[in-house]
Each structure stands twice: as C-alpha cells, then as structure tokens.
C-alpha cells in the first residue's frame, strides 16, 4: 500500500495537536499533584492536643508556637505567664487569667477546624473566670457557637461537648458577678444565626456572649474539646471542628474570641468561599476532561 505523503499544512496541523495534548497532560498532572498534597497532610485531631498544630503549651513562658504552613491562619499574642491581674493584654488589662495566646483556623476536608489556647481556666477563680462564645463572621452575617464555661472556681474541666451553655454577668470591672445556665437548646458546641449578643463591660464594647431567642436557627453542632490538664497550671485549650455546610453563606471572614470581660482578644482574618467543590471532584472533573480530550483526539 502506498504511503500518503502529508503536505506542510498537514504536518503543522498534526504537530500543533499533539503539543496541545502534551500541554492537556502536564496541566492536568501538576493539577492533580496540587490537589492531592493536602489529602496526605497531618490530619487535626480534636483532642486538646495542638501538637499537630506544631505548638507547644507550657507554663513559665516556655510556649512554642511553631505553626505547621497549611493552616488558614493564625494569631499569637501570648503575654507573660506570670502576669499579675495589672497586666497589659490589649486592649484592656488582665494578665495571666485573661490571656489571649493562641488561635489557629485550618481546613480539613470540608471541616473547620479550630484551636485556642487562653489563661482563662475555672481555677482561677469564680470572679476571673467567664470564657466567651466562638464568633463565625460571614458575609451574611454572625454565627455563634457556644463555648459553655460552668462556674469558676473549680479545676475540674466544665466544658462538655453537649451540656447546657453558660452567660456570665459582670461589673464594669470586668469581674464575674453572676452566673447563669443558658437555654436547655444552647449546648455546648451549637452553632447558631440570630442570636441576641450580649456586650462586654469595658470599653471597646463588643459581643462576646449570646443567648438564643424566638428567631434563632441552630445550624449543627461542632466536635468540641476544652482541656486544662495538670500538665499545665497557667493555660487552658479548647480545640474544635465543624462541617462548614452548616453555615449558610457564601464565605467566612474571620473567627473572633474573647473572654467575657473583653480584657483581651483572639481573631483570625479569612477570606474562605463555602460550597467550594472537594478536591476528589476536582481531580475527577480534571480526568472527565482527559477523556473528553481523548474522544476529540479518537473522532
């Protein structure tokens, strides 16, 4: 059989198909890589352990704060352990027993997780004792979840995934006055919109509590842990986690926490879409267009 000699127009025809399909292959390649890095990073575990946060909490300032690089974002602003109540957090004083020291926010899979690491621990005392609620600011609005705290003055862990939540009355001192369980529904861990917040005492004034009313949604509950073990005598960790189709918005814009009193404060800055397809789908929807691709190559 005679062999058909192809003309130029033929030639550069055939050699641009095959640098297209080349090119096809090595974006879907480095696509595929890229999506599958994080499949095989450390999983968080939610146990009030930050060690696979890369952090350490130790007392006497001896906190390591070596964050691992595939987080979200996060914050540290740990003042001096040994802080007496005259001293400085920002943006009200407090010392030790109110201390901010850590947050971090991170994705797992389509879960956010969340870890905080505080002075504020129910050993110290019922008056210097009132943990604040998780604040999930959105673009269409505030979600809350509720952090629960029970009495002060005891060190005995209060904070139990599905008990009844906690609001704190305080003088404008920012001590703890009062203390009341929340509505049998507010559990420790429920995630909910239009909510009534309660402000703290000091100037800035701003939501730190809420309570649910007639209009408020839950919207889940988050796997949820607060620790104060023994091996530390000056922090306290809460770590937690929730599927992010629980909110019902299009992007979260920052995580906020503080203590009751408003002495100090936690927040981590986002820029994070919701709804946004699973790395799996993605890499399939890579392979359906390989196979498109082939199709177009075969006809």
Known sequence: MAQKVLTLEETNFLICKVLNMNNLLKILSAATLALSAPIFATPFVIDGDLSDWGVTVADNNNSQWNVRNDVLGYMVE?????????????PNYGGQNYDGEF????????????????????DNGF????????????????????????????????????????TYTLNRNGNTIGYADTAA??????????????????????????????????HGLADFV?????????????????????????SVEKIFWAPSCGNDELYVQLDLPINIPEPAGIALFGLGILGLAGVRKRS
């Open 185 to 218: 529904a507010q559990v420790v861990g429920s995630i909910w919109s239009d909510v009534d917040f309660v402000l703290d005492p000091i100037s800035p004034k701003r939501e730190v509590q809420f309570e649910i009313n007639g209009n408020s949604q839950m």
């Open 103 to 122: 947050m971090g926010v991170a994705l797992s899979g389509n879960d956010l997780v969340i870890a905080i690491s505080t002075g504020q621990r129910a």
């Open 226 to 250: 607060y620790t104060s073990t023994s091996e530390t005598s000056q922090h306290a960790i809460y770590e937690m986690a929730f599927d992010l189709s629980a909110i019902t918005a299009t």
């Open 78 to 90: 740990d003042q001096n352990d040994r802080a007496r109540s005259g001293g400085y957090l920002g």
């Open 127 to 166: 008056t210097k004792y009132s943990p604040g609620d998780l604040l999930i600011y959105t673009d269409l609005g505030i979600y809350a979840l509720e952090m629960g705290g029970g009495k002060g003055a005891t060190a005995v862990p209060v904070l139990t995934e599905g008990a009844v939540g906690s």
